[in-house]
């Protein structure tokens, strides 16, 4: 299927009552990836902007929920007063010492992850998650481990990452070329 049907779809696919109640046959936890290539980015962005304006909680029967990585990672070092130090951190110590700094201060390797727990804390009952800017926020934050956290926390919705890469059913290729992690309990949102 084309991009421009793959994401002409996604209202159709996820106002589905089927979708939405989010049981697989075995009754696992549905998490889908819709993938596309990197140049249609500002496409995709167009098109959550649309489908949020579009969907009435109300009528539909639930809420889209948008929550875009890399403004939380941003949000998250303004709240913890962290971004002066970062800035300082790249300029004094270097990249990799400012990408262990954050995943540290964000608790990316633990039980008790910042994003992880805000996705959850902030999810209605209601709601089809959308998990944006996974492009944006590498290499601070890899998608296939927000993906494994959130999944044992977050199993009563429906939970979409647009990602800007390849998804082949097992493995996560950011842009296509940087390969992200394993992720093997995902689906593709439109096949």
Not at 108 to 127: F, G, H
Request: aromatic content about 14%.
């Amino acid at each position: 299927m084309e991009f421009q049907e793959r994401i002409d779809s996604i209202w159709n696919r996820i106002s589905d009552e089927e979708f939405r109640a989010n049981k697989g046959v075995g009754g696992e936890v549905r998490y889908y990836v819709f993938d596309y290539d990197a140049c249609n980015e500002l496409i995709v962005r167009d098109k959550i902007h649309f489908l949020k304006k579009q969907n009435n909680p109300d009528a539909d029967g639930f809420r889209i929920v948008e929550f875009d990585i890399y403004q939380m990672v941003l949000d998250l070092l303004e709240e913890k007063g962290y971004t002066e130090k970062c800035i300082k951190f790249e300029q004094t110590k270097g990249r990799d010492y400012l990408y262990t700094a954050i995943s540290k201060m964000l608790r990316l390797t633990s039980d008790n992850n910042l994003i992880v727990n805000r996705i959850v804390q902030e999810t209605p009952k209601d709601a089809v998650v959308f998990l944006t800017g996974v492009g944006k926020v590498f290499p601070f934050v890899r998608s296939h481990n927000i993906l494994n956290n959130l999944h044992q926390v977050l199993d009563k919705v429906p939970v979409v990452m647009f990602y800007p890469g390849v998804w082949n059913g097992e493995s996560l290729s950011l842009f296509g070329t940087i390969h992200d992690g394993n992720y093997y309990r995902a689906f593709p949102l439109i096949v």
